[in-house]
């Protein structure tokens, strides 16, 4: 117990800032398991530096995480931290553009030496001017004080100068009443084998604790209340986590093998190492030599009678396209997974951004429509594989699924689903033949379709009797002949549309959120601009604006009722984080003037300027001006 007073919050974003060495995701990681341990809801932004070793130091190398968590549901990692932890010069002046004026600021004051403020760009220390006037300033020595704690220790200077992270996450742990138990066991387990540095490590965090407890420059703690949650099993799940157990726990329903076939490439690496970890549960992941080797496999798994599975991001799924291209054509199952980044290029690698719709959707030669999903939320990951794992199989197609840098890093509580509550995945092999030749002879039509879905049946290669051909050149339609008459090669390529587009049979109707039913504008938002949209809309409702608010997961085929919710609105919002490409196949597809918002920074949406946007499009539409 402390013996200092506790003030009860109700929502608290925090960020820790400091150079890529100094532990910051680990610092976060472990202060985000504590908060969810206690039952708050939560989100969190990790943000990495783009070089892979940046100058110690200066603004490129500034690697931070934020978190925000609440007694209520939330949805964002918020737009601005209430208090932000600076480890260094360069992580101040990278971050305190988003800091509101009258937060907190803690800041390690060791590190504003001469050399590395002129590294940050500063001329004068910002602790001296009076520049940080505006806000609640703790600066304190958290490097020397982390060395003193471990004093008794055998280490090094710069050894013991490592464990400053942990003495700042005791410090924020005890201001924010969050225990210390888990993290405790943790750093145990991860230096088992190095008694001194665990001893180390330990001693740092409870000293940070001891020091909010005894300072007089903390004069009140505080605490944040759990939020209501239904009840269940939680545990904080990352979006390449989720994803990675969706992918396993299809290939359970299923009841065949997994084979990832993946060449590492930011963000979406996580997946792969995920997935290697689980090979006890029939898991086979490739890391190939480059990313046409790795959808190679992929595609070679699935002809084989496996789940065959791909992650990469935007360059790769360029370099991925031909053979994607050949599993629309052969229809084999495939599921490839694209966690979106900054780009063109190596653009922003380690920054998230929606830019690869239009790629997913039409960047292949020839016709070779593919179905496209994309997820809302890091959670939501894991429901997504679940879904493309269906589609694929159901429906014998390649199922692009479209994350990002922001679903994929970020985290939020995961409520753990019974398996038996999953769908069903059940999966027939053609084992038999299914017609005869023009001399009554028994044979196997690889292209005799099933009349529902449109499938091809799904061959086992070495079936006795099922031989058939593969590969790219057009085959005749049922028999799978290779053919070059022009009327089959018309009648495959609307087969394998017509297949897509019958997807939509099996998807629910888009659900539009519209309380009082009077609402005259709709915000249609995709993928991860689900948070900053709910966060917006909830903003713009509090303001008494009346506005209604849907999201896609299902982008190819649309959801059947789209048009119809479309036309029900004068005005439709389309957020992005493009230059418009959801916008620009919804005026094409529906003749729908819809509105696009878009912004390319390579951040997620602020839902505080994203609702000033909806409310002027609420006046413009009232005022009817365009």
């Known amino acids: 117990m402390s013996s200092k007073p506790t003030r009860r919050l109700d929502r608290v974003i925090i960020r820790f800032a400091g150079d890529s060495g100094d532990g910051m995701q680990l610092t976060g990681d472990r202060f985000t398991s504590e908060t969810a341990a206690l039952g708050n809801d939560l989100s969190t932004l990790p943000n990495f530096p783009a070089e892979i070793r940046a100058p110690q130091g200066t603004l490129p190398g500034v690697s931070s995480f934020q978190l925000h968590f609440a007694d209520h549901e939330i949805s964002t990692p918020g737009d601005a931290p209430d208090v932000l932890v600076a480890m260094n010069p360069a992580a101040l002046k990278a971050t305190l553009q988003d800091v509101p004026r009258g937060a907190v600021l803690i800041i390690n004051t060791d590190e504003f030496s001469k ?367 290779i053919s070059y008459d022009p009327d089959n090669h018309d009648k495959m390529v609307r087969l394998r549309q017509a297949k897509i587009d019958g997807i939509a049979n099996t998807i629910e109707p888009l659900e539009v959120d519209d309380p009082t039913g009077n609402a005259r504008v709709l915000v249609l938002g995709w993928g991860s601009t689900f948070g900053p949209i709910s966060a917006a809309v909830r903003l713009t409702r509090a303001a008494g604006t009346s506005i209604a608010v849907a999201h896609l997961r299902h982008l190819n085929p649309f959801p059947s009722n789209l048009e119809e919710v479309l036309r029900s609105y004068n005005r439709v919002v389309v957020p992005e984080m493009n230059l418009g490409q959801l916008a620009m196949l919804l005026r094409a597809k529906f003749l729908i003037d819809v509105k696009s918002h878009t912004a390319v920074r390579g951040l997620p949406f602020s839902s505080a300027d994203l609702a000033q946007v909806l409310h002027e499009h609420v006046l413009h539409n009232e005022e009817g001006t365009a």
């Open 115 to 481: 050399r590395n403020l002129a590294k940050a760009g500063y001329d004068v220390n910002p602790l001296d001017d009076g520049s940080l006037e505006s806000w609640h300033v703790h600066a304190l020595p958290l490097t020397s004080m982390t060395v003193e704690a471990l004093a008794d220790f055998g280490l090094t200077r710069k050894e013991k100068e490592r464990a400053k992270n942990m003495l700042a996450l005791g410090l924020l742990s005890w201001l924010y009443s969050r225990p210390l138990d888990g993290t405790e066991s943790f750093l145990k387990a991860k230096f088992a084998k190095v008694p001194e540095i665990r001893e180390a490590n330990l001693t740092a965090l409870r000293a940070g604790h001891a020091y909010g407890e005894t300072t007089e420059d903390f004069a009140v703690r505080f605490e944040v209340a759990a939020a209501p949650m239904r009840a269940g099993v939680y545990r904080t799940m990352t979006g390449s986590q989720a994803m990675a157990l969706g992918l396993v726990a299809s290939a359970h329903r299923s009841g065949l093998p997994l084979v990832l076939g993946s060449y590492p490439i930011t963000p979406a690496s996580d997946i792969l190492h995920t997935l290697s970890a689980l090979k006890r549960y029939n898991i086979t992941t490739l890391q190939a030599e480059d990313e046409i080797g790795a959808v190679g496999m992929a595609l070679g798994a699935s002809f084989g009678g496996a789940l065959g599975v791909t992650t990469t991001s935007g360059p790769g799924l360029a370099l991925k396209a031909e053979t994607i291209g050949l599993a629309v054509s052969t229809e084999l199952p495939m599921v490839i997974i694209d966690v979106q980044r900054g780009g063109p290029s190596t653009g922003l690698p380690t920054k998230t951004e929606q830019s690869d719709l239009l790629q997913a959707m039409f960047g292949r030669n020839g016709e070779s429509p593919v179905a496209v999903i994309a997820p809302q939320s890091p959670t939501d990951c894991f429901d997504s594989a679940v879904e493309a794992i269906r589609i694929a199989t159901t429906y014998r197609t390649p199922v692009i699924v479209l994350s990002d840098g922001y679903l994929a890093n970020g985290s939020e509580p995961w409520n753990v689903p019974n398996v038996e509550d999953l769908p069903g995945l059940d999966v027939e092999f053609a084992t038999e033949t299914n017609g005869t030749d023009p001399k009554g002879k028994d044979v196997f039509h690889p292209f005799l379709r099933d009349n529902e879905t449109l499938a091809r049946p799904w061959a086992i290669p070495g079936t006795a009797g099922l031989e058939h051909r593969i590969g790219g050149i057009e085959k005749a339609d049922v028999t799978g002949h």
